[in-house]
């Protein structure tokens, strides 16, 4: 019993790390589109757990929240989510595994401004079914207006998520860490940016979450930092990776970037807080990068440890102090010769003085 409910907590939470609905808006340099297309779906996404041989009605309720009235349809479709970007993309073809056992009540329906229209989604289930399904609803104009001006008008249409767990034995849940690299071995100052990958080896839904604890060694029981891993707590299909990036900054001083709207880094500054300036924050020497993390296997919690070492060593400052320390020492070394040498000019003039008086008085 507790496993079911887990499995129907896990799907009702998950949206692939890409929120519950996307709206999709091929652009273009165009007019609006007439009456500003603008839908609500819920629920988002659409959950459900049934059994194997049944036949179950789910509802989707679309409200128009447009100006004008909206002639609409409703299809099925797949959707890919990439590994390695972390982005969801749409299928233009409906899913081959599961579009034949769903039907609609209004493939095709109306709403008028301000309204909500109730659909129904059939599920027929087969006995021979798999552990979990996901595909899009997918909820677009039924036909296309016409270009204005010889313009190309913005068609939008909003995809709603739909998770479709099978409640029948055999389901496994196993995750993995093939991953846990830091970006660099040494540091001059932080950002230090970690990077966990998580492979869900199992045929259901896991959903990690941990943290990493930055130490100065294995052994210390009080962390200098803890980094939350997996915060918003994104679920991981079977069969599929999930890369997960954190960093530490707690520090003085720290580097912070500025990115461009194509999301590359455009400058990278040293940011010298003076509130941080205190001598525990100032960042030097080996330091270890310690993961906790944790997923529910249907029975209890399962950890999972690793550890990564790396270096913060401020090695501009430490060649300008070295610079600086040897100068220091040259220039002190030069002023006592400087010193030394009319020392012993003066002694020997005074020297030279006596030297007649003595000769004087031996006459």
Not at 146 to 154: D, E, I, S, T
Not at 290 to 314: C, R, S, T
Not at 327 to 354: M, P, S
Request: glycine share 8%.
């Amino acid at each position: 019993m507790r496993g079911k409910k887990l499995r129907v907590s896990l799907l009702a939470l998950l949206v692939l790390g890409a929120g519950a609905a996307v709206l999709f808006t091929h652009h273009a340099n165009a007019a609006v589109t007439p009456g500003n297309f603008n839908l609500l779906v819920t629920p988002s996404p659409l959950v459900a757990t049934l059994k194997p041989g049944t036949t179950t009605d789910l509802e989707l309720k679309i409200r128009n929240g447009g100006t004008s009235t909206e002639d609409l349809r409703v299809d099925t479709r797949g959707f890919k989510f990439n590994s390695s970007t972390g982005q969801v993309a749409l299928d233009d073809t409906r899913p081959a595994d599961i579009s034949r056992w769903i039907t609609f009540s209004d493939p095709t329906f109306t709403v008028q401004p301000g309204q909500w229209f109730t659909e129904k989604v059939r599920v027929a289930l087969p006995k021979d079914t798999g552990f979990s399904y996901s595909f899009a609803l997918l909820i677009a104009r039924k036909d296309a207006p016409a270009p204005v001006g010889g313009q190309r008008l913005l068609q939008g249409s909003i995809a709603d998520f739909t998770l479709i767990n099978v409640d029948r034995p055999g389901a496994t849940r196993k995750l993995e860490i093939p991953k846990f690299t830091a970006s660099h071995g040494i540091y001059e100052y932080l950002p230090a940016d970690f990077s966990v990958q998580f492979k869900n080896t199992g045929n259901s839904i896991v959903q990690p979450f941990g943290n990493i604890f930055i130490q100065r060694g294995s052994g210390d029981k009080t962390p200098l930092g803890t980094l939350q891993v997996n915060e918003t707590r994104g679920y991981i299909l079977p069969g599929s990776l999930r890369t997960l990036n954190v960093s530490w900054s707690d520090g003085f001083p720290v580097y912070e970037s500025t990115t461009g709207s194509d999301g590359t880094t455009k400058s990278r500054n040293l940011v010298w807080d003076w509130a941080q300036a205190k001598f525990s924050n100032f960042r030097f020497g080996r330091y270890t990068a310690k993961l906790v993390a944790v997923y529910d296997d249907g029975h209890g919690d399962v950890p999972i440890q690793m550890e990564i070492n790396f270096w913060v060593i401020p090695w501009r400052a430490i060649i300008l102090l070295i610079l600086a320390i040897t100068g220091l020492w040259f220039l002190a070394r030069w002023r006592g010769k400087r010193r030394t040498a009319k020392a012993v000019r003066k002694a020997l003039d005074a020297a030279a003085k006596k030297e007649p008086k003595k000769e004087e008085s031996a006459t």
